[in-house]
């Protein structure tokens, strides 16, 4: 298959400079290059890709293919922004060697990602600053959760009560204060210690994967059919972008596409899903600097959209629409109706509502230059979807990778460079309307036709990316199938997996009781990062 | 200031007057399957269509019996588009106090091709204590009983601690919302609560992950007697998708003692409340 054409020069180039190291290319798709090369070049196709093509690494991930091909195979994919394409590096791991080289020193953001490769197949990290179990904490038995010879049902002893070390801070009156797993809100799992000299916070260790639920491994039992309700259920406030981007990997791994109207209704469905979590959003960050008069106002507003979501696809949360091939259920003309009064009567209400929020200057006070993200941090640590769009770090796969129906209708990406909460509140205002704008112009231009292409038999040992921009940033599901309709393996990325990191940044020099709206400006998915 | 209250007076009052009323859910809402028992022919289809195991059969002896647990079910609809003996309806109250009550189980004589030839015995219909006044049936009943007496201690007003022990976030999505302008919890002298230690009722999601068993069972611990535990979600109720593997121990009445499970995935708030005031007996009785 050819290349992509924006993605040539980058292709001959990488060819070029790497010729006679790589040991195989393959081209699945245009967009999607495999190179395969030896583990020693991890190192230096990395730094070639991001000096001279700008390419981000935005999954690292290991695959048990010690049956078919007698290794572990690692995996580094590197999207290429300019050039719509994806870079992906496969590297061999023997057995009889089970380590690979770490490139956390270089690029931040693929600490943990390398660590859970650590943790769950039993590939040693060499030369990682801190080594340490993250996905299984320190209290589980030596096991490989990810490793073909490793059953699912497996049942292990219970906690033996080990405790993670944090690291140390000392100092002349500094103390600890430790926060979670069960938190004082309605929020998911998670530990976090504040290191404080008064009030300040000089440091903030995370500690999370309390939600760790073997999801990747449980698609390798599932039918492919099936996996499409698990990928609802990897991050709940992201089901429908999960489970599109499940469905778009498998279909790019059988070689078709969803129908125009089923793309157009994926669009949909993927804006209303960011309506319904931005509005959430704006109201809980009002609620944690206590104007709760706007997070009634905008729960009421989110009410609205769940129940259109109800109406359209007979759940809340828009669970049960995904299907490979496209979505389950169509839209009929009075759906469609209901669809737009939602949007015409949203829009003022939103006016309203940030009316009375930005007017509120004890509000403004409490959010402006507070959970400062510096711009250059965003970049360093790679910091995707809304959290780094409020911090200049500027990509939107709908934008630069449009899927579904994205290329048919025009928007822009609202982009802020002050990094602080109010950035981060304001591109999701922003973002609110440029959702009701895309609706309007997809429900302007909806195609006629079937809403799903049937896809029978998937084709064994394929290997497919799939990528979807949800409200919170962008995922990706990478796929190996297997005969059967099964896989092989099902590998998740969540935005939040990526932005946790700035988070520890963001806090820094802020006050403890500025936690709470500094953590829920960004709203990750502990679930999503655990999985 | 005057800005603040013309959009409350121009929002009006926007709450449900459920429990009152029935709940408000579209007619499209996917809710309780319902299933032609009588005139099912094959459990087979189903069975393989549901991604939980929601539906399951048994055969033996040219006998089947076939079993929907709600507890499981995920009220995705992809059995009814397999089986057209299979209809989903918009029922979401369908919280229970008895595990066992959320099953239903009918066995059949088989055709030699697997079909069903007919139905034995007619379904017992799944109802909890509230739904199903009279002698209590079992210990277990029993004891569900005087945990209901417990729930007159609690009944005028009840403080709730929520934990995630492993949830996808769906669950708490709608239990968030139950403190917004539509559903009101308060209404009902009702409040979630920062601590355990200020809490009757610990309201879990998600299946237990093994990292947080401990946290779960302690946060139990830190709770005064009378105590109530409702489990939510297909994941709290029986672990749902994840069922028990490495990582998750399961059900949350695995972990802990359950008085009430709310199916669904997740519950929509109508089904929420419907569970929270089953558990302190506080459900009106609608005509």
Same mark, same amino acid.
């Given at each position: 298959?050819?290349?992509?054409?924006?993605?040539?020069?980058?292709?001959?180039?990488?060819?070029?400079?790497?010729?006679? $190291?790589?040991?195989?290319? #393959?081209?699945?798709?245009?967009?999607?290059?495999?190179?395969?090369?030896?583990?020693?070049?991890?190192?230096?196709?990395?730094?070639?890709?991001?000096?001279?093509?700008?390419?981000?690494?935005?999954?690292?991930?290991?695959?048990?293919?010690?049956?078919?091909?007698?290794?572990?195979?690692?995996?580094?994919?590197?999207?290429?922004? *300019?050039?719509?394409?994806?870079?992906?590096?496969?590297?061999?791991?023997?057995?009889?060697?089970?380590?690979?080289?770490?490139?956390?020193?270089?690029?931040?953001?693929?600490?943990?990602?390398?660590?859970?490769?650590?943790?769950?197949?039993?590939?040693?990290?060499?030369?990682?600053?801190?080594?340490?179990?993250?996905?299984?904490?320190?209290?589980?038995?030596?096991?490989?959760?990810?490793?073909?010879?490793?059953?699912?049902?497996?049942?292990?002893?219970?906690? /033996?009560?080990?405790?993670?070390?944090?690291?140390?801070? #000392?100092?002349?009156?500094?103390?600890?204060?430790?926060?979670?797993?069960?938190?004082?809100?309605?929020?998911?799992?998670?530990?976090?210690?504040?290191?404080?000299?008064?009030?300040?916070?000089?440091?903030?260790?995370? $500690?999370?994967?309390?939600?760790?639920?073997?999801?990747?491994?449980?698609?390798?039992?599932?039918?492919?059919?099936?996996?499409?309700?698990?990928?609802? *259920?990897?991050?709940?406030?992201?089901?429908?972008?999960?489970?599109?981007?499940?469905?778009?990997?498998?279909?790019?791994?059988?070689?078709?596409?969803?129908?125009?109207?089923?793309?157009?209704?994926?669009?949909?469905?993927?804006?209303?899903?960011?309506?319904?979590?931005?509005?959430?959003?704006?109201?809980?960050?009002?609620?944690?600097?206590?104007?709760?008069?706007?997070?009634?106002?905008?729960?009421?507003?989110?009410?609205?959209?769940?129940?259109?979501?109800?109406?359209?696809?007979?759940?809340?949360?828009?669970?049960?629409?995904?299907?490979?091939?496209?979505?389950?259920?169509?839209?009929?003309?009075?759906?469609?109706?209901?669809?737009?009064?939602?949007?015409? *009567?949203?829009?003022?209400?939103?006016?309203?509502?940030?009316?009375?929020?930005?007017?509120?200057?004890?509000?403004?006070?409490?959010?402006?230059?507070?959970?400062?993200?510096?711009?250059?941090?965003?970049?360093?640590?790679?910091?995707?979807?809304?959290?780094?769009?409020?911090?200049?770090?500027?990509?939107?796969?709908? %934008?630069?990778?449009?899927?579904?129906?994205?290329?048919?209708?025009?928007?822009?990406?609202?982009?802020?460079?002050?990094?602080?909460?109010?950035? %981060?509140?304001?591109?999701?205002?922003?973002?609110?309307?440029?959702?009701?704008?895309?609706?309007? /112009?997809?429900?302007?231009?909806?195609?006629?036709?079937?809403?799903?292409?049937?896809?029978?038999?998937?084709?064994?040992?394929?290997?497919?990316?799939?990528?979807?921009?949800?409200?919170?940033?962008?995922?990706?599901?990478?796929?190996?199938?297997?005969?059967?309709?099964?896989?092989?393996?099902?590998?998740?990325?969540?935005?939040?997996?990526?932005?946790?990191?700035?988070? *520890?940044?963001?806090?820094?020099?802020?006050?403890?009781?500025?936690?709470?709206?500094?953590?829920?400006?960004?709203?990750?998915?502990?679930?999503?990062?655990?999985? | 200031?005057?800005?603040?209250?013309?959009?409350?007076?121009?929002?009006?009052?926007?709450?449900?007057?459920?429990?009152?009323?029935?709940?408000?859910?579209?007619?499209?809402?996917?809710?309780? @399957?319902?299933?032609?028992?009588?005139?099912? =022919?094959?459990?087979?289809?189903?069975?393989?269509?549901?991604?939980?195991?929601?539906?399951?059969?048994?055969?033996?002896?040219?006998?089947?019996?076939?079993?929907?647990?709600?507890?499981?079910?995920?009220?995705?609809?992809?059995?009814?588009?397999?089986?057209?003996?299979?209809?989903?309806?918009?029922?979401?109250?369908?919280?229970?106090?008895?595990?066992?009550?959320?099953?239903?189980?009918?066995?059949?004589?088989?055709? @030699?091709?697997?079909?069903?030839?007919?139905?034995?015995?007619?379904?017992?219909?799944?109802?909890?204590?509230?739904?199903?006044?009279? =002698?209590?049936?079992?210990?277990?009943?029993?004891?569900?009983?005087? =945990?209901?007496?417990?729930?007159?201690?609690?009944?005028?007003?009840?403080?709730?601690?929520?934990?995630?022990?492993?949830?996808?976030?769906?669950?708490?999505?709608?239990?968030?919302?139950?403190?917004?302008?539509?559903?009101?919890?308060?209404?009902?002298?009702?409040?979630?609560?920062?601590?355990?230690?200020?809490?009757?009722?610990?309201?879990?999601?998600?299946?237990?992950?093994?990292?947080?068993?401990?946290?779960?069972?302690?946060?139990?611990?830190?709770?005064?007697?009378?105590?109530?535990?409702?489990?939510?979600?297909?994941?709290?109720?029986?672990?749902?998708?994840?069922?028990?593997?490495?990582?998750?121990?399961?059900?949350?009445?695995?972990?802990?003692?359950?008085?009430?499970?709310?199916?669904?995935?997740?519950?929509?708030?109508?089904?929420?409340?419907?569970?929270?005031?089953?558990?302190?007996?506080?459900?009106?009785?609608?005509?």
């Amino acid at each position: 298959m050819n290349v992509l054409p924006e993605l040539q020069p980058a292709f001959a180039d990488a060819r070029k400079v790497f010729n006679g $190291r790589l040991t195989a290319i #393959e081209v699945p798709r245009p967009d999607e290059v495999y190179f395969h090369a030896p583990i020693e070049l991890v190192a230096g196709f990395c730094a070639h890709l991001h000096r001279k093509w700008d390419a981000r690494l935005v999954s690292v991930f290991a695959d048990d293919a010690r049956t078919d091909a007698g290794a572990f195979h690692l995996y580094y994919v590197y999207a290429i922004d *300019s050039a719509r394409g994806f870079f992906i590096q496969r590297a061999s791991v023997s057995p009889d060697r089970p380590e690979f080289p770490s490139l956390t020193d270089a690029v931040h953001g693929v600490n943990w990602q390398e660590r859970e490769i650590q943790d769950l197949f039993g590939l040693r990290l060499l030369g990682h600053p801190n080594a340490r179990r993250c996905a299984l904490h320190d209290d589980w038995p030596e096991v490989y959760p990810l490793r073909k010879d490793f059953a699912l049902r497996t049942v292990l002893p219970a906690f /033996q009560g080990v405790r993670h070390k944090f690291r140390e801070v #000392e100092g002349e009156g500094v103390f600890q204060v430790p926060v979670g797993p069960v938190h004082a809100g309605i929020i998911e799992p998670g530990h976090f210690l504040f290191s404080v000299a008064g009030e300040p916070v000089l440091y903030l260790q995370l $500690r999370l994967f309390y939600t760790h639920k073997g999801t990747e491994k449980l698609f390798e039992s599932l039918p492919i059919g099936h996996g499409v309700r698990l990928a609802e *259920s990897i991050s709940g406030d992201s089901a429908f972008a999960h489970a599109t981007a499940f469905c778009h990997a498998i279909e790019r791994a059988a070689g078709l596409d969803a129908p125009p109207r089923g793309r157009a209704l994926r669009t949909i469905c993927l804006e209303l899903e960011r309506l319904y979590n931005h509005l959430s959003d704006i109201g809980a960050i009002c609620t944690d600097v206590a104007f709760v008069t706007a997070n009634m106002h905008a729960l009421r507003l989110k009410e609205r959209v769940l129940r259109v979501n109800e109406q359209l696809t007979g759940s809340r949360q828009l669970r049960g629409q995904a299907c490979i091939g496209g979505v389950r259920c169509d839209f009929d003309a009075g759906q469609l109706d209901v669809l737009r009064q939602l949007i015409a *009567s949203l829009e003022p209400e939103c006016d309203a509502l940030m009316e009375l929020i930005l007017e509120s200057s004890g509000t403004r006070d409490r959010l402006e230059t507070t959970g400062w993200l510096r711009p250059e941090v965003a970049h360093d640590l790679g910091v995707v979807g809304l959290a780094g769009r409020a911090s200049g770090f500027d990509h939107d796969l709908r %934008r630069d990778f449009p899927h579904a129906f994205y290329d048919q209708v025009k928007f822009t990406v609202p982009v802020r460079t002050e990094g602080d909460v109010l950035a %981060r509140l304001m591109v999701r205002r922003d973002e609110i309307y440029q959702s009701f704008a895309i609706i309007l /112009q997809v429900l302007a231009q909806l195609p006629a036709g079937p809403v799903q292409t049937r896809i029978d038999t998937i084709p064994p040992d394929r290997t497919a990316l799939g990528y979807v921009e949800g409200w919170r940033g962008e995922i990706f599901h990478w796929v190996r199938t297997a005969p059967g309709n099964r896989l092989a393996r099902c590998k998740i990325k969540d935005p939040s997996l990526q932005n946790w990191p700035a988070l *520890s940044e963001a806090i820094l020099g802020n006050i403890v009781p500025d936690f709470p709206v500094v953590n829920k400006s960004f709203n990750l998915s502990y679930s999503g990062t655990d999985r | 200031m005057f800005n603040i209250l013309r959009n409350s007076l121009r929002a009006g009052v926007v709450t449900t007057s459920y429990p009152s009323t029935p709940p408000e859910v579209s007619s499209r809402a996917r809710g309780r @399957p319902e299933i032609d028992w009588a005139n099912w =022919q094959d459990a087979r289809p189903a069975a393989a269509s549901c991604p939980t195991g929601a539906i399951v059969h048994e055969d033996r002896d040219g006998r089947r019996t076939a079993h929907l647990d709600l507890a499981k079910c995920l009220f995705c609809g992809l059995c009814a588009e397999a089986d057209p003996a299979i209809r989903m309806t918009n029922i979401c109250e369908c919280a229970a106090a008895i595990r066992t009550d959320l099953v239903t189980s009918v066995s059949y004589a088989l055709k @030699p091709d697997g079909t069903h030839e007919r139905m034995d015995s007619a379904p017992a219909a799944p109802g909890s204590i509230a739904a199903t006044p009279g =002698q209590p049936a079992s210990i277990e009943a029993l004891a569900k009983v005087i =945990q209901a007496r417990a729930a007159k201690v609690l009944g005028r007003s009840l403080h709730i601690r929520e934990v995630d022990a492993g949830s996808c976030n769906g669950c708490e999505v709608e239990i968030v919302g139950l403190g917004g302008p539509v559903y009101d919890l308060e209404r009902f002298g009702i409040h979630f609560v920062a601590s355990p230690r200020h809490a009757d009722m610990l309201l879990v999601t998600g299946p237990v992950t093994r990292n947080m068993e401990l946290a779960l069972k302690k946060t139990y611990d830190a709770m005064p007697a009378p105590r109530l535990v409702v489990a939510v979600g297909a994941c709290g109720c029986s672990g749902g998708l994840f069922g028990r593997n490495y990582a998750t121990c399961g059900a949350v009445d695995a972990v802990l003692p359950v008085d009430v499970y709310i199916p669904g995935c997740p519950p929509n708030p109508f089904a929420l409340l419907h569970g929270i005031l089953l558990a302190v007996d506080r459900l009106p009785r609608r005509s």
